[in-house]
């Protein structure tokens, strides 16, 4: 969400995509922003930069939407300058929106440090999404594996449910035989070491298949 240091990047955030919140809680509809792209281009690329600016992780997102078949070339690289350390929404969305761009390893990376790292879990979550979307590789395999057995339940779901991507398995993880492992405890408990054993014994049941898939296909 935007962090308010540019009043102008704030407006007009709001009259192309709607209220903050709902844009958080339903995600953004992009349609508004593409037919304005084409009624004024440059409005839209200067707008984003302001946002990037702003290190607002909606521009991030937003540029690539637009990128390339409908150029932001100022916007486009004030993402690539920003310097940001890899946690937050903001730096997650600009390395997912710069590897679908450029192919750069080091944008993956980020993500994976993400997921990895002490960001918080709702992060944590869009990040294992965000990988699942990806090509397998063996080290988005172990970052995965890692979020399956995460702290937090939401984040161990949708990591377990990128695994299942890697492997090949349509079925969300709601639906698998190991999810009770994955759901494990109650949300009137508290975890215990059994609950911690239970999610790395799942994780690594489903990275198992993912990394077979992945054996499959070299």
Not at 14 to 37: I, N, S
Not at 55 to 61: G, I, K, N, Q, T
Not at 128 to 137: F, H, M, R, S
Request: one cysteine or more; a negative charge; hydrophobic letters at 50%.
């Amino acid at each position: 969400m935007a962090d308010g240091s540019d009043p102008n990047w704030n407006a007009w955030r709001h009259e192309v995509f709607g209220d903050p919140y709902m844009v958080w809680h339903d995600g953004p509809d992009f349609r508004g922003l593409f037919a304005l792209c084409d009624q004024d281009a440059a409005q839209v690329d200067r707008m984003l930069r302001a946002g990037v600016e702003a290190r607002d992780s909606l521009a991030a997102e937003a540029i690539g939407q637009l990128e390339p078949e409908m150029p932001v070339p100022r916007a486009r690289a004030a993402l690539v300058t920003a310097e940001v350390a890899p946690a937050g929404d903001f730096a997650l969305r600009r390395a997912e929106t710069l590897f679908a761009l450029t192919g750069e390893v080091r944008h993956r990376e980020d993500m994976v440090a993400i997921l990895t790292g002490g960001d918080h879990w709702g992060v944590r979550l869009r990040a294992a999404i965000a990988l699942g979307k990806l090509q397998p590789t063996a080290e988005l395999i172990d970052a995965l594996e890692r979020g399956a057995a995460d702290v937090e339940y939401l984040v161990r779901y949708h990591s377990a449910n990128s695994l299942l991507g890697y492997a090949g398995q349509t079925a969300d993880i709601a639906n698998h035989p190991l999810f009770a492992a994955i759901a494990t405890p109650r949300e009137d408990r508290m975890i215990e070491a059994a609950d911690s054993k239970a999610w790395a014994e799942a994780a690594e049941e489903l990275a198992a298949a993912a990394r077979a898939a992945l054996q499959r296909l070299e």
